[in-house]
């Protein structure tokens, strides 16, 4: 019923950039926040980025700089903008957002992304 479309990961050399988008459908009401994670092979899932629905974003220090988190509220979707990746950038990147229910707040995931960034 809900569903979450992740698109835009990629292969890319150290140094360029990619944008991912995650667009959210279904019947889902009022979204609060949006965030995107990672995870990397033996690491455990990270926050990224996130932005509320007032507009405030807060980031990993690691990406501070070069990532941009935005989100379209008419097409339902949250966007990365991706910069000056570097290798350790490498990783599933799964979009979330926080929308409320009629009794508390519930959590939806997106399928993940692959990036892989070249040294």
């Known amino acids: 019923q809900v569903q979450l479309v992740e698109s835009g990961g990629g292969l890319v050399q150290a140094g360029g950039s990619l944008r991912l988008s995650c667009a959210a459908s279904g019947s889902i009401n009022s979204i609060r926040d949006m965030a995107w994670y990672r995870q990397a092979p033996g690491n455990q899932r990270e926050l990224v980025a996130s932005i509320t629905n007032t507009g405030s974003t807060n980031y990993a220090d690691s990406v501070k700089g070069r990532f941009t988190i935005s989100r379209d509220n008419a097409k339902n979707t949250v966007y990365l903008q991706m910069n000056s990746l570097k290798p350790e950038d490498t990783a599933v990147y799964y979009c979330?957002?926080?929308?409320?229910?009629?009794?508390?707040?519930?959590?939806?995931w997106g399928q993940g992304t692959q990036v892989t960034v070249s040294s």
């Open positions: 979330n957002i926080k929308a409320p229910s009629t009794l508390t707040i519930r959590s939806y």
